[in-house]
């Protein structure tokens, strides 16, 4: 079994930043592609940033490009999503997910991939 926990949420003014964490257990990490997700009430859970198990590929929705920014520590069993540039509009849960690759590669696993997640760390905007 894999444990995902997030952290690193909180109330920020607009413009300001925020670096979340999800350090992972359970399984060998290096296996397994990450991705950051966010929810807003009412709205539907999005995938924000991903990356492959080498590290070498990214991606980002084209809301957050440019001030998200996605890595991983293989050594710490820990991704991290650095949030810059907040806006109010990016208030919402975030959740970390992992997606079992198996191996070392560039392959990003698509939103249904994912099989384990975090509770979520909260993210609010004050315009």
């Known amino acids: 079994q894999v444990q995902l926990v997030e952290s690193g949420g909180g109330l920020v003014q607009a413009g300001g930043s925020l670096r979340l964490a999800c350090a992972v257990s359970?399984?060998?990490?290096?296996?397994?592609?990450m991705g950051w997700f966010r929810q807003a009430p009412g709205k539907e859970r999005e995938c924000v940033a991903a990356i492959s198990t080498s590290g070498g590929s990214t991606w980002y929705a084209d809301s957050v490009k440019g001030r998200f920014t996605i890595s991983r520590d293989n050594a710490k069993n820990t991704v991290y999503l650095q949030i810059n540039s907040l806006k109010p509009e990016d208030t919402a849960a975030y959740y970390c997910a992992a997606a079992s690759i198996g191996s070392y590669s560039d392959y990003l696993p698509g939103p249904a991939e994912y099989d384990y997640w975090g509770q979520g760390t909260q993210v609010t905007v004050s315009s």
């Open positions: 359970g399984r060998t990490f290096s296996w397994y592609a």
